[in-house]
């Protein structure tokens, strides 16, 4: 899967509002393919916890790598993913830490 930081989001449209591209079309995204085990293992990593992620049997996926084609928005509007997976999940566990009362 592709996962995005909203800070990402929130820049590709400034940048797509500031520039002449009425009616264009982009993909926002990191241009990452991250799998689930590797996102269980990052939140797992930066809750430090002790767990080992379980995976179910194996099913039938036609589609097994999920990136989004971000070529487009890097070279007409720029566009730079800057926050990384890892550095956006700790900025949410930090919040869930600190708050926990709020989740």
Not at 1 to 10: C, G, S
Not at 17 to 24: K, L, M, P, T, Y
Not at 43 to 64: A, G, M, S, W
């Amino acid at each position: 899967m592709d996962f995005v930081n909203v800070h990402d989001v929130v820049e590709a449209n400034v940048l797509a509002a500031e520039n002449d591209v009425w009616g264009a079309v982009f993909n926002v995204g990191s241009g990452t393919s991250t799998s689930v085990r590797e996102l269980a293992e990052t939140i797992i990593k930066l809750f430090n916890k002790n767990l080992e992620p379980v995976c179910q049997k194996e099913l039938k996926i036609i589609v097994r790598k999920r990136q989004a084609e971000i070529s487009k928005i890097k070279q007409v509007l720029k566009f730079e993913p800057k926050v990384s997976l890892e550095d956006g999940l700790r900025e949410v566990a930090k919040g869930i830490t600190t708050h926990p009362n709020h989740y």
